[in-house]
C-alpha cells in the first residue's frame, strides 16, 4: 500500500473513532455520572415568583402616566451639562416630531404624514402646567402617536425633561406663552379684591 493509501485509511479510521466517541464516554467511569445527571431544560419549570413588594436589583422601577405625575421626582438641578445632554437626546428623539425648538414642526408633520396636532407643540401653557413627573411618564409610556421611550435609561429621560422646561422658559421670553404668576403676585390680586 502506498504512503498516500496508508494516510487516507489512518483519516478515515480516525473519523470512525471520534464520531463513535460521543457513545463510549458513557464507559468511562469518571464520565458515567456525567450523563445520568438531572437537570432542568429550559422553559421546563416554571419561574420563581418575586417576593411581594421587591423588584431585581438591577430594574428600574415602573410608574404609569398617572402614578409619575405624583410620584416620580425629578433628581436633577438643572445645571447646564444636563440641559445639554437633553438638548442631544431631543434632538434625536423628539425633533423629528416635535420640531427642533418644540413648536411642533417636527420633519414627520405634514400632509401624508403625522397631522399637525395642537399637542405636537411642547412651547404652550397646557404642557407648562404639567408637573415634571408626567413629562418624564410621557416620555416613558407613550400616549396616543407617541411611543413609550423606555429604551433611554431613566436618568437620561429626566434630561430630556430639564431641556423641555428650557425651551418653555425661552418661550416665555419670546412672549409666546405668559410667564407663571408668582406667589406674591397672586396675593396682590386677593388683596385688591
Known amino acids: 500500500m502506498s504512503p498516500r493509501g496508508r494516510s487516507a485509511g489512518l483519516i478515515v479510521a480516525l473519523a470512525v473513532a471520534v464520531g463513535a466517541c460521543d457513545d463510549q464516554i458513557k464507559r468511562v467511569p469518571i464520565f458515567k455520572t456525567m450523563s445520568w445527571q438531572s437537570s432542568v431544560e429550559a422553559f421546563e419549570e416554571t419561574p420563581r415568583t418575586a417576593v411581594p413588594g421587591t423588584m431585581a436589583i438591577d430594574a428600574e422601577r415602573t410608574y404609569d402616566l398617572v402614578a409619575s405625575d405624583t410620584g416620580a421626582v425629578n433628581p436633577l438641578s438643572g445645571t447646564a451639562g444636563e440641559i445639554a445632554r437633553g438638548q442631544e437626546l431631543f434632538g434625536q428623539f423628539c425633533a423629528p416630531c416635535h420640531g427642533p425648538t418644540g413648536a411642533g414642526?417636527?420633519?414627520?408633520?405634514?400632509?401624508?404624514?403625522?397631522?399637525?396636532?395642537?399637542?405636537?407643540?411642547?412651547?404652550?401653557?397646557l404642557t407648562r402646567g404639567y408637573s415634571d413627573g408626567y413629562l418624564w411618564g410621557m416620555i416613558t409610556n407613550g400616549r396616543g402617536l407617541m411611543p413609550a421611550y423606555r429604551r433611554i435609561p431613566p436618568q437620561e429621560r429626566w434630561t430630556i425633561v430639564e431641556y423641555l422646561r428650557q425651551l418653555q422658559a425661552d418661550a416665555v421670553a419670546a412672549g409666546e406663552i405668559p410667564p407663571l404668576e408668582s406667589s406674591s403676585d397672586a396675593d396682590d390680586d386677593e388683596e385688591s379684591l
Do not use: F, Q
Open 105 to 125: 414642526d417636527g420633519s414627520v408633520v405634514g400632509p401624508n404624514r403625522i397631522p399637525a396636532i395642537p399637542l405636537l407643540n411642547l412651547r404652550t401653557e
